[in-house]
């Protein structure tokens, strides 16, 4: 399967954004689907997860209750809705899958991997 995300810019803190996670070459309804985010200098690091089994999801602490990962079958598509959005939250976001898999909060679960779209927040 390949991975296109999309949806990142410049935003200001308080601000909204939805980034998108548009599967090719499979069915993502059959993938567990992650997000990851890597600030400069620092590692990449868990965002969200939305299992393929249960539909459930989990989050990181630092994101719990601002954003949301959703899977939109009818157009192979993972969101993740980011309110609330914090200079913190500035960092290049990647979607990943895993065929069949469990949700996973580390890089190391998934075996597929967008491109990567830079969010920008500004204080």
């Known amino acids: 399967v390949q991975l296109q995300a999309s949806g990142g810019g410049l935003v200001q803190a308080g601000d909204f954004v939805k980034l998108s996670c548009e599967a090719s070459?499979?069915?993502?309804?059959?993938?567990?689907s992650g997000w990851f985010r890597q600030a400069p200098g620092k590692e990449r690091e868990f965002v969200a997860a939305i299992s393929w089994r249960t539909g459930g999801t989990s989050y990181a602490d630092s994101v719990k209750g601002r954003f949301t990962i959703s899977r939109f079958s009818a157009k192979n598509t993972v969101w993740l809705q980011m309110n609330s959005l914090k200079p913190e939250d500035t960092a290049v976001y990647y979607c990943?899958?895993?065929?069949?898999?469990?949700?996973?909060?580390?890089?190391?679960?998934?075996?597929?991997w967008g491109q990567g779209t830079l969010v920008t927040v500004s204080s």
């Open positions: 990943a899958a895993r065929l069949y898999g469990e949700a996973s909060t580390t890089s190391s679960g998934y075996d597929y």
């Open positions: 070459g499979g069915i993502l309804s059959q993938y567990t």
